[in-house]
């Protein structure tokens, strides 16, 4: 099976979503390999399980999708960890999640869904 660009560029940043939860959850843990911090690892890889899933129909939904949960994660890795504002900035990691998997992929892959159609509606006006 060969990947599109699209697909191999969606996988990338999977691929580097699961490192800086790697980091986060144990590199940065004060208890790493816990019980939580395997379950804190399971509960933020989650949104990429619900992409690689769901970009198997929607291939620009999914790229889409992986761009915005990657960057979000990244801001709130930051945010907690090398610029913390507030004491209570460490629970934007525990719900971040909750937040990609219940605004930002859908409307990364609505996103997606009118991007792609807007491609096709170009190309066929093209004749490419």
Known sequence: MRLSGIQK???????GGLILHLKTAFWKS????SSFSIGLLGWSLFPYVAIIIASRKASYGGLCAAIVVFLFDLFMHLEVFVWPSSSTATLGVLFMPLWNLVLFIPL???AGYFIEK???????????
């Open 30 to 33: 004060s208890d790493p390999f």
């Open 108 to 110: 990364s892959f609505l």
């Open 9 to 15: 560029a969606t996988y990338v940043l999977i691929f």
């Open 118 to 128: 807007r491609l096709k509606k170009k190309n066929e006006l093209t004749g490419s």
